[in-house]
């Protein structure tokens, strides 16, 4: 028996959200690499911590975080090129610590039955900065709890349960995001049964798109690409007539760039049928795909948007549900009620890192150099047979390695290899999707350090030609 993406009941689900970290490989490197004071940490770690994947075991322990780079124990650096989509402004800037550390000294605290200045600033900034008039605001300490009171939300406003959303797709650890996320690794066998009334669709991933037309990096993309995914979608949407929301990515962290008139044809099929357009921003919102949001690229507005990660500057967890003033309704309801709703230390590090976002340029940053990087990406795809996508805009970028390009077998093995040796040479990223090396750099980071990174993955993708 099989579930909806194909692993057998009682089996292991499929490696999705990163690298594994219980492979053969990954004890191979750790055993060459990590030694001394890092491995008695590890092992420390491990004691006490829950086991779970792609986690506990961790891979190495930090003990400085600075910039774009992470140092460990015995002082091998890394340009980290990953860092959980929260490091946008770069680890430690001290413009967000000098903030925060004010912000202790006037408010630590306010319950959440009352307000303070910080958590309303932020509300309203978020309110002027968010596209299409969206500007009613909740907040939470994460991203799966932001999903979550935007699902909520959605069902009050619209007096329906189901929702929409892709295979592939991830939204958050607890039950109702994970409900709707479309991966393996956080959905499936002993983790069932999840919230009823989700149903999922393909993603608008061209590459490997199951509906029909497919391209690679070697081509642009036609029209026709995402035709069929969009039809799709407005037939299910169509068919049963009771949606309370589409829950998406706008543009998939793995990443997967949605087809020209994709989110167009799709915001059309949800007004049609009354449904609620979610956008889930929370790993490539406030600049990281080189607009401040990726929803902009399309010039598509939700009804509710969904930041978190990068909000806190990389120092705090902080995460924001953003809706259009008309959703209002449900006042009756406690849809978060979370103890640090209002927190001031948070929404501080939230406001100062928009500061800086905005103040150093972060955004064109990442669209400039970003944009370079994917040329020398595509450079690089010429010369590397086992690159069979390039994909990515701005600072998101995906690398996908197949054993062959005609019949696109996914290269795991050589992915993993890449990683390790990216590693040793001082370069961390993360593997999606068992094969896409996937590049998340800060907005911080310069054509230099880009250049380096770059010049690292050549070699160890010319390394991995051998597997």
Not at 5 to 27: I, M, T
Not at 168 to 193: D, I, T
């Amino acid at each position: 028996m099989t579930n909806g993406q194909g692993s057998r009941a009682g089996a292991p689900p499929a490696q999705s959200e990163g690298e594994s970290n219980l492979s053969p490989r990954r004890r191979a490197w750790a055993e060459a690499n990590i030694a001394g004071r890092t491995r008695e940490l590890i092992e420390r770690d491990a004691k006490v911590f829950l086991h779970q994947s792609v986690s506990t075991p961790c891979m190495s322990a930090v003990k400085k975080a600075e910039g774009i780079w992470l140092e460990d124990f015995a002082g091998q650096r890394y340009m980290d090129f990953h860092g959980n989509n929260v490091h946008h402004i770069g680890y430690g800037h001290p413009r967000l610590v000098a903030a925060i550390k004010t912000q202790l000294d006037e408010l630590s605290f306010a319950p959440r039955r009352f307000t303070c200045e910080p958590a309303v600033e932020l509300a309203e900034r978020l309110g002027a900065l968010a596209p299409g008039g969206l500007s009613k605001v909740l907040f939470t300490t994460g991203g799966s709890d932001a999903v979550e009171v935007a699902l909520k939300l959605a069902r009050v406003a619209s007096g329906r349960v189901k929702t929409l959303s892709c295979w592939v797709a991830f939204h958050g650890a607890g039950f109702g995001a994970a409900s709707v996320g479309g991966e393996q690794l956080f959905r499936s066998g002993k983790l069932g049964p999840l919230l009823p009334g989700t149903e999922h669709v393909p993603p608008f991933g061209c590459y490997r798109d199951p509906l029909g037309p497919q391209h690679d990096g070697r081509s642009p993309h036609g029209a026709e690409c995402g035709v069929a995914c969009a039809n799709l979608v407005r037939y299910v949407l169509q068919k049963e007539g009771d949606f309370a929301a589409l829950i998406a990515e706008p543009n998939r962290a793995v990443p997967y760039i949605p087809p020209p008139g994709f989110w167009r044809a799709v915001r059309q099929a949800c007004d049609e049928t009354g449904t609620l357009l979610i956008f889930d921003e929370i790993p490539t919102g406030l600049g990281k795909t080189g607009r401040l949001f990726a929803c902009d690229h399309d010039a598509v507005t939700p009804d509710i948007l969904v930041l978190g990660k990068a909000l806190g500057g990389g120092v705090l967890p902080i995460a924001a549900t953003v809706c259009r003033a008309e959703l209002d309704v449900a006042g009756d309801f406690a849809l978060g009620h979370y103890t640090h709703e209002k927190n001031p230390v948070t929404a501080r590090a939230a406001l100062t890192t928009l500061d800086i976002i905005a103040d150093e340029g972060l955004v064109e940053n990442a669209a400039a150099v970003g944009a370079w990087a994917l040329e020398r990406l595509y450079e690089m795809m010429q010369r590397h047979e086992i690159v069979g996508d390039v994909r990515g805009r701005g600072f998101l970028l995906g690398i996908e390695l197949v054993r062959d390009r005609d019949s696109k077998e996914p290269a795991s093995e050589a992915a993993e290899a890449v990683f390790y040796a990216a590693l040793e040479r001082g370069l961390s990223f993360k593997i999606t999707m068992g094969n896409v090396l996937t590049l998340t750099p800060p907005l911080v980071t310069g054509r230099a350090d880009m250049e380096r990174a770059l010049d690292i993955l050549d070699d160890c993708l010319s390394d991995s030609a051998a597997l």
